[in-house]
């Protein structure tokens, strides 16, 4: 079992910057990739970005357009999404999320991920 918990979601207002993390906690040791997924209001949940825990490789959704910056500390079981240049189109629950199973794709769909946190809002005011 893993256990997620994110924090650092807020009301912030448009052009701000924002950092999310999530602590990982229990069989750290099995997981492969932590990723991040949002989902707003009315809408089906998206990925964000992910990160592969042994090697550090990232991978984006198109929208983050390099305004996000995904990263772990593997000493802390935690992994971070730094986010700028925020539109209220960013406005959603932004759920972290762990894979424990291996897979060759990029770790971008819900089903790879075993575990999830419960979410932190992110709300982004024009």
């Known amino acids: 079992q893993v256990y997620l918990v994110e924090s650092g979601g807020g009301l912030v207002q448009a052009g701000d910057s924002l950092r999310l993390s999530c602590a990982a906690s229990?069989?750290?040791?099995?997981?492969?990739?932590m990723g991040w997924f949002r989902q707003a209001p009315g809408k089906e949940r998206e990925f964000v970005a992910v990160?592969?825990?042994?090697?550090?490789?990232?991978y984006y959704a198109d929208f983050v357009k390099g305004r996000f910056t995904i990263s772990r500390d593997n000493a802390k079981n935690t992994m971070y999404l730094q986010m700028k240049t925020l539109n209220p189109e960013d406005t959603a629950v932004y759920y972290c999320?762990?894979?424990?199973?291996?897979?060759?794709?990029?770790?971008?769909?819900?089903?790879?991920?075993?575990?999830w946190g419960q979410g932190t809002q992110v709300t982004v005011s024009s």
């Open positions: 999320a762990a894979g424990t199973k291996y897979y060759s794709t990029t770790y971008s769909r819900p089903y790879e991920y075993d575990y």
């Open positions: 990160v592969k825990w042994s090697g550090g490789r990232t």
């Open positions: 229990g069989r750290t040791f099995t997981m492969y990739a």
